[in-house]
């Protein structure tokens, strides 16, 4: 590896997960966590910022526990929050099935799924906190579907052999965030939570280095404002979109999370992409994102390619017998529920064989001929009606006649900030929460876990360790008038000021498609070092060419959506840097992360659990300097590491 590309510093260690039994951990740290009585709750401020599942449920628990609590959105409501997109499901250790589901099974195949790559501790903390979210989640209403008794009706993902996920119809991310909103604006009504929309956060503000406050740009009038607390909580979700074409809301971005990496908070894992299997296909140049069709469509799917390359017959023409179900035949005991990074994977070769179908032959089938034939057309309308209906409107082909095309797309990130077992960060004061932390799903995220622990950080989690750093309050008073959010607020009015000064000849959106798919091509389902060197080289020209090339018309002082574009794409960059000297210095294939150096002879993801059983940990040291990398190892005493297999 180039010396040049980063240096290694000190080893990392999660200094507060407790030891003893793992089923006891979370109890320990509960009651061995300091408590902050009601009286002195009202008197301690916190801001979190991101309203979707681990926001909104953190802000709402922080306002009904009494503590003054400011929330921050980008968006013109806090239901637009990207967890409504969210579709398929969420998991919960219930066992209503009695088909041998339990919390340690939940655990172990949350660990298995993301390739031995996450903390035991965190992981059965989820698997236990899952049964308390589904009770949590009917008492607000939540409409999950039901069975004819009225029992919860539940669902298989993909990388499990139990039906564990929770749902309703393919709008489950929707109905969620609704029970978390409205438990939100029930405490803006009591006056414990005061909600700012369309305010996009732009820098950190730390004091002696803790974290203190935010400054935030109010996207309608332009005005830079500070804003000042005890603690500071980010959910502002992953950075898939620096992928340019994702199943992400346009919106979405690092910006949050990369000015506290700036600040001083470890950034872990960024490498590591979810490719999600089951996405419409790209039609074309134009398109600017992509859309995803839920997971729990391979239920009762069937994916196949012809089996023979160019056949160009339509579907219907192409007998049984020259189809190939290949995840059915290269993954009996799992089929086409394996694990999301496998399945896209296999997606890839059959295409890159040359039997991909659609244009371009970037496609495989998802065909629900067998299930309308065994369960009926009214049976399958009522469980993925809504999911065929968006598929039909996206492409005008009925699933019900022909089957649908899919191919993997960026999905979820399961890097982030990195955070302790009470999700602080390395910047005091600073929590991280949901998607925008690096903690449960090691290399690759199993379906409908997200939600789980969006719900489960903001729910449960956050609220129980928090108390325990505002238990050292009363705080020392920050006014707007203090040198670090004075020099802060002046930083982000330097960053605006520049970025419209430059008048270039090019959009941002132009660099950021470039950027894309560059990422794409080189830090995406397959990379090679070579590739990865190739990435590095040209990123850092592109990102000199936006520096000095880059136009963005109008003016701070109004809405000015190129502006934020620019903010967004700024950041992008220096993420993207980052994400491909992590890809490299990691030289082993792992969970959705190929390195083709490192393959088994069947072509599938070989570990190197010798030389990288770790989360990479990296610390900002300046825009084009060789980053920090500090190792927190990885031990495990409850499940074995072993070669996964699905077969």
Same mark, same amino acid.
């Given at each position: 590896m180039n010396p040049h590309l980063f240096t290694e510093g000190e080893p990392i260690r999660d200094e507060r997960a407790p030891d003893g039994p793992i089923a006891e951990r979370?109890?320990?740290?509960?009651?061995?966590?300091?408590?902050?009585?009601?009286?002195?709750?009202?008197?301690?401020?916190?801001?979190?910022?991101?309203?979707?599942?681990?926001?909104?449920?953190?802000?709402?628990?922080?306002?009904?526990?009494?503590?003054?609590?400011?929330?921050?959105?980008?968006?013109?409501?806090?239901?637009?929050?990207?967890?409504?997109?969210?579709?398929?499901g969420i998991n919960a250790a219930k066992n209503y099935r009695g088909d041998g589901d339990s919390v340690h099974r939940l655990f172990y195949d949350t660990v298995k799924g993301g390739d031995y790559r996450s903390r035991e501790s965190n992981v059965y903390r989820l698997a236990q906190?899952?049964?308390?979210?589904?009770?949590?989640?009917?008492?607000?209403?939540?409409?999950?579907?039901?069975?004819?008794?009225?029992?919860?009706?539940?669902?298989?993902?993909?990388?499990?052999?139990?039906?564990?996920?929770?749902?309703?119809?393919?709008?489950?991310?929707q109905q969620l965030l609704l029970g978390a909103y409205q438990a939100l604006e029930r405490q803006v009504a009591a006056g414990t939570v005061e909600?700012?929309?369309?305010? !996009?956060? @732009?820098?950190?503000?730390?004091?002696?280095? &803790?974290? /203190?406050? *935010?400054?935030? $740009?109010?996207?309608?009038?332009?005005e830079i404002e500070t804003h000042t607390a005890d603690a500071v909580v980010l959910a502002s979700g992953g950075y898939g979109n620096v992928y340019f074409l994702s199943t992400n809301a346009k919106g979405c971005n690092v910006t949050a999370t990369w000015r506290a990496h700036r600040k001083g908070a470890l950034f872990a894992n960024p490498c590591y992409t979810q490719i999600h299997p089951t996405c419409i296909p790209q039609s074309g140049e134009h398109q600017s994102k992509l859309t995803l069709m839920s997971e729990s469509l391979r239920n009762d799917g069937r994916v196949w390619v012809p089996a023979s390359r160019g056949d160009g017959r339509a579907p219907g023409e192409i007998p049984e017998d020259?189809?190939?179900?290949?995840? !059915?035949? @290269?993954?009996?005991?799992?089929?086409?529920? &394996?694990? /999301?990074? *496998?399945?896209? $994977?296999?997606?890839?070769?059959?295409?890159?064989?040359?039997?991909?179908?659609?244009?371009?032959?970037?496609?495989?089938y998802l065909d629900f001929a067998d299930a309308i034939g065994r369960l009926g057309r009214g049976a399958v309308a009522d469980k993925y009606g809504n999911l065929f209906e968006m598929y039909e409107r996206i492409t005008g082909e009925d699933p019900f006649e022909v089957p649908m095309r899919i191919y993997p797309a960026v999905h979820y990130t399961m890097g982030g900030l990195w955070v302790d077992y009470d999700l602080r960060s390395t910047i005091p004061g600073l929590f991280v929460i949901g998607e925008a932390n690096f903690s449960d799903h090691g290399a690759n995220r199993l379906g409908a876990s997200a939600l789980m622990q969006g719900l489960a950080d903001g729910y449960f989690v956050l609220p129980n360790t928090i108390s325990d750093y505002l238990a050292?309050?009363?705080?020392?008073?920050?006014?707007?008038?203090?040198?670090?959010?004075?020099?802060?607020?002046?930083?982000?009015?330097?960053?605006?000021?520049?970025?419209?000064?430059?008048?270039?000849?090019?959009?941002?959106?132009?660099?950021?498609?470039?950027?894309?798919?560059?990422?794409?091509?080189?830090?995406?389902?397959e990379r090679t070092d070579e590739g990865l060197r190739k990435a590095l080289d040209r990123i850092r020209e592109l990102r000199a060419e936006f520096w000095s090339g880059v136009k963005v018309p109008g003016e701070n002082e109004e809405l000015n959506q190129a502006l934020e574009k620019a903010g967004r794409i700024a950041d992008f960059f220096e993420l993207a840097e980052l994400m491909c000297v992590d890809a490299l210095?990691?030289?082993?294939?792992?969970?959705?992360?190929?390195?083709?150096?490192?393959?088994?002879?069947?072509?599938?993801?070989?570990?190197?659990?010798?030389?990288?059983?770790?989360?990479?940990?990296?610390?900002?040291?300046?825009?084009?300097?060789?980053p920090v990398l500090h190792k927190e190892n990885l031990e495990y005493e409850n499940v074995k590491m072993v070669q996964r297999s699905y077969k």
């Amino acid at each position: 590896m180039n010396p040049h590309l980063f240096t290694e510093g000190e080893p990392i260690r999660d200094e507060r997960a407790p030891d003893g039994p793992i089923a006891e951990r979370w109890d320990e740290r509960r009651f061995g966590g300091r408590l902050v009585n009601p009286a002195n709750r009202r008197k301690l401020s916190v801001i979190v910022v991101g309203t979707g599942l681990a926001g909104g449920s953190a802000a709402a628990t922080l306002g009904e526990l009494g503590y003054q609590v400011r929330s921050f959105c980008y968006q013109d409501s806090p239901r637009r929050a990207h967890s409504i997109a969210a579709q398929g499901g969420i998991n919960a250790a219930k066992n209503y099935r009695g088909d041998g589901d339990s919390v340690h099974r939940l655990f172990y195949d949350t660990v298995k799924g993301g390739d031995y790559r996450s903390r035991e501790s965190n992981v059965y903390r989820l698997a236990q906190v899952s049964v308390e979210i589904i009770d949590q989640c009917v008492a607000q209403g939540v409409p999950f579907a039901r069975e004819y008794g009225g029992l919860l009706d539940t669902r298989s993902f993909g990388g499990v052999q139990v039906s564990r996920t929770f749902y309703a119809r393919g709008q489950t991310g929707q109905q969620l965030l609704l029970g978390a909103y409205q438990a939100l604006e029930r405490q803006v009504a009591a006056g414990t939570v005061e909600m700012f929309t369309r305010h !996009e956060m @732009l820098e950190l503000i730390v004091v002696d280095g &803790v974290a /203190r406050g *935010i400054v935030a $740009r109010d996207m309608v009038t332009g005005e830079i404002e500070t804003h000042t607390a005890d603690a500071v909580v980010l959910a502002s979700g992953g950075y898939g979109n620096v992928y340019f074409l994702s199943t992400n809301a346009k919106g979405c971005n690092v910006t949050a999370t990369w000015r506290a990496h700036r600040k001083g908070a470890l950034f872990a894992n960024p490498c590591y992409t979810q490719i999600h299997p089951t996405c419409i296909p790209q039609s074309g140049e134009h398109q600017s994102k992509l859309t995803l069709m839920s997971e729990s469509l391979r239920n009762d799917g069937r994916v196949w390619v012809p089996a023979s390359r160019g056949d160009g017959r339509a579907p219907g023409e192409i007998p049984e017998d020259e189809r190939d179900y290949y995840l !059915e035949r @290269l993954y009996p005991s799992f089929g086409n529920l &394996v694990p /999301r990074d *496998i399945a896209s $994977r296999a997606a890839k070769n059959v295409c890159d064989e040359g039997r991909g179908v659609g244009p371009g032959g970037l496609g495989v089938y998802l065909d629900f001929a067998d299930a309308i034939g065994r369960l009926g057309r009214g049976a399958v309308a009522d469980k993925y009606g809504n999911l065929f209906e968006m598929y039909e409107r996206i492409t005008g082909e009925d699933p019900f006649e022909v089957p649908m095309r899919i191919y993997p797309a960026v999905h979820y990130t399961m890097g982030g900030l990195w955070v302790d077992y009470d999700l602080r960060s390395t910047i005091p004061g600073l929590f991280v929460i949901g998607e925008a932390n690096f903690s449960d799903h090691g290399a690759n995220r199993l379906g409908a876990s997200a939600l789980m622990q969006g719900l489960a950080d903001g729910y449960f989690v956050l609220p129980n360790t928090i108390s325990d750093y505002l238990a050292d309050g009363p705080f020392e008073k920050i006014g707007d008038d203090h040198e670090a959010v004075v020099a802060a607020r002046a930083a982000v009015g330097e960053r605006i000021e520049r970025l419209l000064s430059i008048d270039g000849d090019r959009t941002p959106d132009s660099f950021h498609r470039e950027l894309g798919a560059l990422m794409w091509e080189y830090c995406g389902m397959e990379r090679t070092d070579e590739g990865l060197r190739k990435a590095l080289d040209r990123i850092r020209e592109l990102r000199a060419e936006f520096w000095s090339g880059v136009k963005v018309p109008g003016e701070n002082e109004e809405l000015n959506q190129a502006l934020e574009k620019a903010g967004r794409i700024a950041d992008f960059f220096e993420l993207a840097e980052l994400m491909c000297v992590d890809a490299l210095h990691r030289t082993e294939s792992c969970g959705g992360h190929f390195r083709a150096e490192s393959q088994t002879p069947e072509g599938e993801a070989l570990r190197d659990d010798e030389n990288f059983a770790y989360v990479a940990a990296w610390e900002y040291t300046g825009t084009g300097e060789a980053p920090v990398l500090h190792k927190e190892n990885l031990e495990y005493e409850n499940v074995k590491m072993v070669q996964r297999s699905y077969k």
